[in-house]
């Protein structure tokens, strides 16, 4: 038995930065925006969509060069004679796309999704995915990768929250910050996304979130802002929304004032995809415009060519603006290296698999267990395999992230649906499938499968068999707010039959958010495997039968009915494609699992909650106060197998104010028997509370409780240590 007593320094400022090619990027962009012309200045600050024919972007576009190889999200023309390389982006965090624009390529890797990855709890293994793309972006030739979602997932009907990691600041700023570094140490530019308060997706142009200024502060911008302080990102992507009445892309205030002016951040903000309506957003901090013909379709021009220039000649843009402008992309780029490439990096697409494999593994939650898993692997058992498509793959979120993975789909059902989104809205299967996966692992089971087309069919299969595993999949994705929590087409009432056929029935859910499961307390076990990519299949069989031991948490809370959430109805949702939407997010920084602790409402599962074949223990706990909250405590495996677990640190009040705060986590693999000590110390932000009106953060004077804990609502050892009161900047 190890027990590992010693005592790691404090986590608190543990960056990785990421490789900087080069330390004097300011001065050469300095100098080489010193020597174009007016025209070179122009042509760097639009990006434009690559062309698939039948596109919306129309026709080839006239500024993307015949000779230009691959295409993708954007094209910038470079400044050979100044050495400044065409930029070329590509989506997302999973991989890197091909949405139609390249007919040779045999496909990437299909990582996991980012709520996937979130529910790992491993920073580590989020930087190493964003190695792997970086280096899949790097041989298409792309120097730019639209990854880094990090909006918090404020709401269980987003359609994107599989795009982002989690709905707390903290753990979100810190795997944001992973994937970045990996990304930006291969040379590529890495994007964090969608600044900011882009939490639906429901008529996500036209969408005002109305928030509290400081609350947003310590919410949604300090998870940019720690994120950024932690990997610095070449750029930000701005979203598609307004906040309290300004759009997100032109927002003076966001752009000039916090991220450029109290943070002090140096890259380019680029807007996303048809988000620029006016050439004033220049002026209000945007410094690329995106997707140019994007913004035709929606505002009917490309504000950053003709009336930029205009307003130039007008003098009403200054040059010092158009030059900072400029300065700032080529001060991304030569900081990331992305204008010194060297040959093309070796792919190892083996490797990346089983980085994707891994990430599937670690990103599976086990959400109950009442003794059906692990099966056993040594018995005939009948197992009726039901529904999901678990014939032929498993599914993936769908819009710009979604990625085609190497060899192709399993299948591709189109769904469809209303504005510029829909035809893009599609059901991908990755192969291999579940079920072949399943027989793999389980070679002495019969496995019997059975699509779910009806409650009654599959129902009879359920019967003559000794287990069922049944699939629930819903198909989410960028465009589309879901309506409720259900599953769809009927999936619920087949999972409901086949559990009142054969109690010992077992679920895994598809899906990237958390769905009501009417039929939860008829199940033996519920296993949540998100959107898990190319591996996912293999993740799935492992768990099940208990080769791998289920080690994710949830980040994300998942209600017992919308009634629990700060927005029982969705403003919006059922307007039509082009309606104006006001959403206020008046939980302000009360996001999630803090919402549910200040309500004293009980979740169906916990953030953080994820079981394990084996058990731990939490022990010694010991604080220390000061300037910030250090906590250390003891993790035992206690039960009979290795297995991984993440102790959380809490907040749960300042100074009389009760309040819940994920102050820090990590995740920490032991033999049967040992254990471990792990000294978490949380970044002073968490604590204190913002005061927009002096710009300044305050911890109050006084005692300071926290709780370790299995999850937001398991919490194992509790104590409190005594904070200095204090005002800190930034
Ligand atoms: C998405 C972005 C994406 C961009 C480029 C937009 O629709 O919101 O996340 O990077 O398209 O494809």
Known sequence: MATDTHVPEPKRHEAMPSTRADANADVRARDIEQQMTDDERFSLVISILGHVPGGFAGPRDPRIPEDLENMSAGYTPGVPRLGVPPIQSSDASAGVTNPGYRPDDKGATAFPSLIALGSSFNPKLVRDGGVAIAREARIRGFNVQLAGGCNLARDPRNGRNFEYYSEDPWLSAVLAAAQVNGIQSQGVVSTLKHYTLNCNETNRHWLDAIIDPDAHRESDLLTFQIAIERSEPGAIMSGYNKINGEYTSGNHHLLNEVLKGAWGYKGWVMSDWGATPSWEFALNGLDQESGVQGDRVMWGKEPFTDDLREAYARGMLPRERLSDMVRRILRSLFAVGADKWGPAPKVDIAKHHEIALEGARQGIVLLKNEGALPLPKDKPLKIAVIGGFAQQGVISGTGSGAVAPVGGFAGVVKIGGAGIMGKHRNLFLYPPSPLEELKKQLPQAQLDFDPGYTPA??????????????????????????????????????????????????????????????????????VQAWYPGQAGAQAIAEVLAGTVNPSGRLPITFPVSLEQTPRPELPGLGTSWGSAVTIEYNEGTEVGYRWFALKSERPLYAFGHGLSYTTFDYDDLQLEGGETITASFT????????????????????AGDERMRLLGFERVELEPGESRRVTLAADPRLIARFDGKGGKWNIADGTHSVAVGKSAIDLTLTGSTRLLGRQFGV
């Open 457 to 526: 069919e599959a129902a009879l299969t359920a019967k003559r068999s000794d287990v069922v595993v049944a699939f629930g999949i819903r198909v989410e994705g960028e465009g589309f707010d879901m309506p409720d929590l259900s599953l769809p087409w009927g999936q619920d009432a087949v999972i409901d039959a086949v559990a009142s056929a054969n109690p010992n029935t077992i679920v895994v859910l598809e899906t990237g958010n958390p769905v009501s499961m009417p039929w939860r307390d008829k199940v033996k076990a519920i």
């Open 635 to 654: 993790v035992k495996n206690t039960g009979k197998r290795k297995g991984a677990d993440v102790p959380q640190l809490y907040l749960t009040e300042a």
